[in-house]
């Protein structure tokens, strides 16, 4: 019997710096709110006083923020 191999794909970490250097200029509290919501990608929590983000996640929601522009939300 054949093992499928595994990908081993590493996962690259963004601060919170790094958060605003990519155009993610709100408050924490924000962040925090639109998490919660579902509407960010949730932190991830390096320590008690360190969080981070996975790139590919930032990368991903941002690119559906600049295709919602394309298609906007129905009112009614």
């Known amino acids: 019997m054949q093992h499928a191999e595994k990908t081993n794909v590493e996962k690259v970490l963004i601060t919170r710096k790094e958060l605003k250097q ?3 200029h709100v408050s924490n509290s ?3 709110r639109w998490e919660e919501a579902d509407n960010f990608p ?7 006083t360190s969080i981070a983000w996975e790139l590919v996640e930032i990368r ?4 559906k923020k600049g295709e919602a522009r ?4 129905e009112t009614g």
């Open 22 to 24: 990519m155009g993610v």
């Open 30 to 32: 924000t962040l925090l």
């Open 42 to 48: 949730r932190r991830i929590r390096l320590s008690n």
């Open 60 to 63: 991903n929601w941002i690119t």
């Open 70 to 73: 394309f298609h906007p939300m």
